[in-house]
Antibody
Framework: EVQLVESGGGLVQPGGSLRLSCAAS????????MYWVRQAPGKGLEWVAN????????YYVGSVRGRFSISRDNAKNSMSLQMNSLRAEDTAVYYC?????????????WGQGTLVTVSS | EIVLTQSPATLSLSPGERATLSCRAS??????LAWYQQKPGQAPRLLIY???SRAAGIPARFSGSGSGTDFSLTISSLEFGDSAVYYC????????FGQGTKVQIK
């Protein structure tokens, strides 16, 4: 069974840092691109970042570029999101997600999400 | 950035009725469109990918159509469990979502 489990969320002050992790199981993570998606309280969904199968290509939404860094460790079936210089507008539930298959694009698998709150 | 505009914002229908949700892209995205259903407190659920392909386990009541800039999601016969927010998402250029359509079952 495919499972994605996020961890690392919490309360952080503006300007602070936080590192999120996504533990994958039930599949070979190196076969898949992986994604981070966030949802601010009461708002819609926003793609944040993603990383290709071997970690050589990384993409970010403009609002986090230069502040967030995505990485993966295929040996540990895990992905991370290092978030620096956090702002109030980064407050959201952060989900990791995976495509339907290595060749079929559609985020069929999601974690339960981890809440990040940026506030003083 | 490709902007997706969903309409209507809210749809209120009775069980058994047909629901048609619209998603318009600011430029052509071929068929690189997906639809997701999200219920309160839950992660999104993939319904449709590549505009018209149903994801595994999704009932045949859900269907997607369109290409280029205009897309639709149709729920042929609404059930109470279909009450949710529905999002479209494009992957033609980076990834963006529409603002969502809330479907309420009377």
């Amino acid at each position: 069974e495919v499972q994605l489990v996020e961890s690392g969320g919490g309360l952080v002050q503006p300007g602070g840092s936080l590192r999120l992790s996504c533990a994958a199981s039930g599949f070979t993570s190196s076969d898949y691109w992986m994604y981070w998606v966030r949802q601010a309280p009461g708002k819609g969904l926003e793609w944040v970042a993603n990383i290709n199968r071997d970690g050589s290509d990384k993409y970010y939404v403009g609002s986090v570029r230069g502040r967030f860094s995505i990485s993966r460790d295929n040996a540990k079936n895990s992905m991370s999101l290092q978030m620096n210089s956090l702002r109030a507008e980064d407050t959201a539930v952060y989900y990791c997600a995976r495509d339907l298959s290595p060749t079929l694009r559609g985020w069929a698998y999601w974690g339960q999400g981890t809440l990040v709150t940026v506030s003083s | 950035e490709i902007v997706l505009t969903q309409s209507p914002a809210t749809l209120s229908l009775s069980p058994g009725e047909r629901a048609t949700l619209s998603c318009r892209a600011s430029q052509s995205i071929n068929s690189y469109l997906a639809w997701y259903q999200q219920k309160p407190g839950q992660a999104p659920r993939l319904l449709i990918y590549d505009a018209s392909s149903r994801a595994a386990g999704i009932p045949a009541r859900f269907s997607g159509s369109g290409s280029g800039t205009d897309f639709s999601l149709t729920i042929s016969s609404l059930e109470f469990g279909d009450s949710a927010v529905y999002y479209c998402q494009q992957r033609s250029s980076a990834w963006t979502f529409g603002q969502g359509t809330k479907v309420q079952i009377k």
